[in-house]
């Protein structure tokens, strides 16, 4: 079964700053990943995702992920930050093939507080 | 373009009733996904579909019952709702190929 690990339950930073929010996974099969980000009293909206090829995947917002299958990461980061990008993200992954549906199962998310 | 539409928005139901969430997309998805949001523990998949037909428990399914009526609509039952069912609720949709997720804008419910 897939899981998914975020360690960092709140982010501060201040505005224009770098971030990294990290994501780890646990797969004994080929995975997707993704960032998802949900602003207050909203759904989840998509920020990138890396079903294969190249590791690193850009996403909206300037915001950019890297995959790592080695150390089973796929952290995201933007490298100037603003005070909208404050919210909380959210890593998920599923099972890296078609056919069945599989389960996509999320990390407990990150709030990235971005401070003026 | 509605995507996922979720009824009702907000619910606040008493101990021991019961009630049906209801979830439909528009974008032709095979699977779909009921979610329970609750802070600090992120988004846990109560259950999920593979196809019309075809329904299946996700990490939390206790106290749950979920229809897929058909390949538009897949509902969440409640029904005996206690107050540890308090949560916000997503619905979410995703296609043959299994990967983006389209999610609706939540049920905010409250068990007293």
């Not at chain 2, 928005?9 to 095979?30: I, P, R, Y």
Request: net charge positive; with cysteine.
């Amino acid at each position: 079964a897939q899981s998914v690990t975020q360690l960092d339950s709140q982010v501060p930073v201040f505005e224009e700053a770098p971030v990294e929010l990290r994501c780890n996974y646990s797969s004994s099969v080929s995975v997707y990943l993704f960032w998802y980000v949900q602003y207050p009293n909203q759904g989840l909206q998509l920020l990138l995702k890396y079903l294969s090829g190249s590791t690193l995947v850009k996403g909206i917002n300037g915001f950019e992920a890297e995959f790592n299958k080695s150390q089973t990461s796929f952290h995201l980061r933007k490298p100037s930050v603003h005070i909208s990008d404050t919210a909380e993200y959210f890593c998920a992954v599923s099972r890296g093939y078609g056919g069945a549906t599989n389960k996509l199962i999320f990390g407990t998310g990150t709030l990235l507080a971005v401070q003026p | 373009n509605a995507g996922v539409t979720q009824t009702p928005k907000f619910q606040v139901l008493k101990t021991g009733q019961s009630m049906t969430l209801q979830c439909a997309q528009d974008m032709n998805h095979n699977s779909m996904y009921w979610y329970r949001q609750d802070p600090g523990m992120g988004l846990r998949l109560i259950y999920y579909s593979a196809s019309e037909g075809t329904t299946d428990k996700g990490e939390v399914p206790n106290g749950y019952n979920v229809s897929r009526l058909n390949k538009r609509e897949f509902s969440l039952r409640l029904e005996s709702a206690a107050p540890s069912q308090t949560s916000v609720y997503f619905c979410a949709s995703r296609d043959r190929a299994n990967t983006e997720a389209f999610f609706g804008q939540g049920t905010r419910l409250t068990v007293v």
